[in-house]
């Protein structure tokens, strides 16, 4: 009898997917695709797609300030996804352990961000961080940062509102897999001899380990492709491939142009997803081998 059930259950899956599988198509395979195809395209002097096919336009990803782009992209969104990670860990250990009554006040502090717009957000940053602002005059009296510095328009600013735009991001899935735990785990281990760093480490941090890696690519993804950001408090020197993107597309009309660079950011950011979900399902089969 349940053999039976179970095989009926298998049959009817593939119906329960077939929505979700042609949203993912429609709205992210057909879109990605003609994006690398557009890759393959020569540029119209009118700002369109030109007919035929060239390899020219991947050639022009030689330029050489393409590698120092690339590069301040990557370090900036790795910073950002670890400090991240290094902020919002506690920060849900603790929403998880508070008392029942307290934890969705937490999470509405973490959420009510969100109901201001982001543009409005990352404005108030450059106020804050403005040259003539409070904070800047308060930091040269504390002699932390020279009279004439700034704050605005280098990659520390960019990194700084990278963190801030991108922490409950964070902190939400992590708190969603803290509240799962099994906090007799921690007591279990400190009655073993365990510390309380040690147990953190090496109990509770494999425990939410889901948590963490949908952490890091909620993370991690935007960051990549973040240009909002670097665009109003970095600056000229502190772009981004995103704002290689979307110069190309509205300033500069080189759709092909800006397909490629879309193609290279599309490709930085498979490649960690892919290598954190194996991994993760390796750690979950070594789990399971486990006695």
Not at 56 to 84: E, F, K, M, Q
Not at 122 to 133: D, Q, S, T
Not at 185 to 208: K, M
């Amino acid at each position: 009898m349940a053999e039976t059930r179970g095989l009926l259950e298998r049959r009817h899956e593939p119906w329960i997917t077939l929505p979700s599988f042609l949203w993912l198509v429609v709205l992210f395979t057909i879109p990605a695709a003609i994006v690398f195809a557009i890759a393959f395209k020569p540029s119209d002097p009118f700002g369109g797609i030109g007919a035929g096919w060239t390899l020219h336009t991947l050639a022009s990803l030689g330029d050489p300030n393409y590698p120092a782009i690339l590069w301040r992209t990557v370090w900036l969104s790795v910073v950002t996804t670890v400090a991240c990670l290094v902020l919002a860990t506690p920060t849900a250990y603790y929403m998880a352990r508070v008392a029942q009554r307290w934890r969705p006040l937490l999470v509405l502090a973490i959420i009510v961000p969100f109901w201001t717009s982001f543009l409005v957000r990352i404005f108030a940053w450059k106020v804050v961080l403005h040259p003539e602002g409070p904070l800047k005059h308060a930091l040269a009296a504390l002699h932390l940062v020279p009279a004439d510095g700034s704050l605005l328009y280098h990659s520390g600013a960019v990194l700084l509102v990278l963190v801030y735009t991108e922490l409950p991001f964070a902190i939400l899935p992590l708190y969603a897999a803290a509240e799962k735990f099994d906090f007799r785990l921690l007591e279990a281990a400190r009655d073993l001899g365990a510390g309380p760093f040690r147990a953190f480490w090496i109990v509770f941090l494999p425990g939410i380990r889901r948590g963490l890696l949908t952490a890091t690519l909620v993370t991690l993804i935007p960051a990549l492709g973040s240009y909002v950001v670097p665009d109003l408090v970095g600056g000229p020197t502190s772009e981004m491939l995103g704002n290689k993107i979307a110069q190309r597309t509205f300033s500069d009309r080189n759709l092909p142009h800006a397909s490629a660079l879309s193609a290279l950011l599309a490709l930085a950011v498979l490649v960690p997803s892919v290598l954190a979900i194996t991994l993760s399902r390796r750690g979950d089969r070594s789990a399971q081998v486990k006695p």
